[in-house]
């Protein structure tokens, strides 16, 4: 069992940065492919970044690449993903996710799921 816990949602304006956190539950972080995914209101939830539990290999959706970075540090137990040059359709709710895989699992169907930190970019 893995539980997840996201922080540093916010409001902020268009070209702000952001740094989100996901904090996780027990011994076996460093087993777990962990990703970062948003809906939207009225949207599908869509994949933003995605990393191996070795923190070597991520993937990102063409769409996302250049202005967000995934990272984690499995001393902490915890995910990050690094937001810069945010914009108003970046606004949604941002969850992380786990997945018991030796790989980047590119695919919505994680096992765990945090509770989601609000993201508002402003024009």
């Known amino acids: 069992q893995v539980q997840l816990v996201e922080s540093g949602g916010g409001l902020v304006q268009a070209g702000d940065s952001l740094r989100l956190s996901c904090a996780a539950s027990?011994?076996?972080?460093?087993?777990?492919?962990m990703g970062w995914f948003r809906q939207a209101p009225g949207k599908e939830r869509e994949i933003v970044a995605l990393?191996?539990?070795?923190?070597?290999?991520?993937y990102y959706p063409d769409s996302m690449k250049g202005r967000f970075t995934i990272s984690r540090d499995n001393t902490k137990n915890t995910v990050y993903l690094q937001m810069n040059s945010l914009k108003p359709e970046d606004t949604a709710v941002y969850y992380c996710?786990?997945?018991?895989?030796?790989?980047?699992?590119?695919?919505?169907?994680?096992?765990?799921w945090g509770q989601g930190t609000q993201v508002t970019v402003s024009s």
């Open positions: 996710a786990a997945k018991l895989s030796s790989r980047v699992y590119v695919s919505a169907q994680y096992d765990y």
């Open positions: 027990g011994r076996t972080f460093s087993s777990y492919a």
């Open positions: 990393i191996r539990w070795s923190g070597d290999s991520t």
